[in-house]
């Protein structure tokens, strides 16, 4: 199906999101969209698929004006999303999520859809259970049900928003091979993220937006160095890696055993100095976010000990509360659910963060205005102190965070750092994070992105099954070797010095 936007325009406010963007996408194409974070391009594959209505503008589909409005005129276009948070239902079993959205009456036809659904995930060698529940999926697992109902639903045009976000390589291997497959059968994707390799990859031709604007349109061979330019307007160069020098031990992980819901952990030994980088690289849920929780004292361990500190200040079975009046920090995924406070502003997340510098029975609003603007300056934030923080954009949101974190701290544990986020605000949040081991923390942190893993780690563990590598030199390993021990392959060499179970 060919697709052909014309003149689309979205204002939010004062803010023009999308500004009289063309653009022309032929069948059989995986087509990129880029864009640093705020550019437009979410906001314009929701008006694609009904989530928005433009302002201005029209959609043709093979040609043919089209209106839509809402989700289900889109699906019934021929035109499926795939956000980055699967919109599924983690109580039902797959099987019924599967069938949501069917034109089947109050009572589908299950069996029919069983069967369906079986051909279809043979037919991409999708191993899902259709009788399994839909929260025992894996990221990349849950992705595909998506992709199968979609298909499902009679999609033509497939829309993915960041697919690549918390899966894992050899999952990234498989959505790519099944996005190839559904391009050569005739299909349209528009394949939108803000990861360049994965562009490079994939796509048959890339447009960039910036600022709501519709920047060009470029076919391979890429440039690298010129798709930068175009996506933020300058060239952004990388910082090199520095080591530095290590201070005195802040962390003693020893012979920790840890038992999750679908997952156990056992002899766990860990040293983190000050101004030490760990990383945790493995398959979602095979046991790193287990271990971080622990460390920060949110999941308590079935055996071992933890301790914080030269003196070895025993913590085990202390509660997060205890953890951060020794200075360890953590920073969830889950920013609005787990980290900030949706309805909140950006001073009223302030005042919270800084209550022990404002004394007294009455907030102090125009000392929390002060730190706020201070903030806002340093942390480069977009946005100002009455912003509504669920108005900022993810990347703004993670700098949110990084200024809420107190100083000094100890200890900074943190899931997937930048996850969502564009390649500058990339490289800003590690040289903030950077900055704060220079200080004196050190951090370990979960990514699912093994060039992050081996590019800002000091040293990396790698977690399968309930399996857990020692620390391993981040300078000694390569994306290839990360991925196969990822994969389960290679461990052979780890069992002789310790067995983990």
């Known amino acids: 199906m060919q697709i052909e936007l014309r003149g689309i325009t979205k204002c939010f406010g004062t803010l023009r999101a999308n500004d009289n963007i063309s653009l022309m996408v032929p069948s059989s194409t995986i087509q990129g969209i880029l864009g640093e974070n705020g550019a437009g391009k979410s906001t ?27 989700p289900a005129d ?3 276009a021929g035109i499926g999303m795939l956000h980055q948070d ?7 079993k797959v099987i019924d999520d599967f069938i949501l959205g069917s034109r089947g009456g109050v009572l589908p036809n299950r069996r029919g859809a069983l069967k369906e659904f079986r051909e279809l995930a043979e037919r991409f060698d999708f191993a899902i259970d259709p009788e399994a529940f839909v929260d025992s999926l894996t990221v990349g697992e849950r992705q595909q049900l998506e992709i199968l109902r979609l298909l499902w639903l009679g999609a033509k045009v497939l829309i993915l928003d960041e697919p690549t976000t ?14 190839k497959k559904l391009a050569k059968e005739g299909m349209t994707v528009l394949f939108v993220s803000h990861k360049l390799e994965d562009v490079e990859t994939l796509c048959n031709a890339a447009s960039v937006l910036r600022q709501g604007k519709l920047i060009g349109t470029v076919k391979p061979p890429f440039d690298t160095k010129a798709l930068v330019e175009m996506m933020f307007g300058k060239e952004v160069e990388i910082e090199s890696k520095t080591k530095l020098e290590l201070g005195q031990k802040v962390l003693h992980a020893k012979n920790v055993q840890l038992e999750g819901v679908r997952i156990n952990i056992k002899g766990v030994d860990l040293d983190v100095r000050a101004g030490e980088v760990i990383g945790l690289a493995g398959m979602e849920g095979s046991g790193q976010t287990l271990f971080l929780n622990a460390c920060a004292g949110l999941t308590q361990p079935v055996g071992g000990q933890f301790c914080l500190a030269e003196e070895e200040r025993d913590m085990t079975g202390r509660t997060y509360h205890d953890f951060q009046k020794y200075g360890v920090a953590y920073l969830p995924a889950a920013r609005l659910e787990q980290a900030l406070v949706p309805g909140l502003t950006l001073e009223e997340h302030f005042i919270l963060a800084e209550k022990d510098n404002m004394k007294g029975f009455f907030i102090d609003h125009r000392k929390a205005a002060q730190i706020t603007k201070e903030r806002i300056d340093v942390y480069n934030i977009k946005g100002r102190p009455d912003s509504p923080i669920e108005s900022l954009s993810g990347g703004n949101q993670q700098r949110a965070l990084l200024a809420l974190l107190k100083d000094p701290l100890k200890l900074i544990l943190i899931e997937h750092p930048t996850r969502g986020l564009d390649y500058e605000s990339t490289i800003y949040v590690w040289r903030k994070l950077k900055e704060r081991c220079a200080k004196g923390a050190a951090i370990i942190f979960i990514s699912s992105d093994l060039e992050e893993i081996l590019t800002y780690s000091d040293r990396v563990m790698v977690f399968f099954a309930g399996k857990v590598t020692p620390p391993l030199d981040a300078s000694n390993l390569t994306v290839e070797r990360l991925g196969k021990l990822i994969g389960g392959k290679d461990w052979d060499e780890f069992a002789e010095e310790k067995t983990y179970a």
């Open 44 to 70: 314009l594959m929701k008006i694609l698929s009904g989530y928005y209505t433009p302002d201005g503008g029209e959609i043709l589909l093979d040609g043919k004006p089209v209106r839509i409005d809402a």
């Open 74 to 76: 889109a699906i019934r």
């Open 86 to 92: 699967p919109l599924d239902f983690p109580p039902l």
């Open 166 to 179: 918390g899966i894992s390589l050899p999952q990234k291997e498989k959505l790519f091979a099944t996005l």
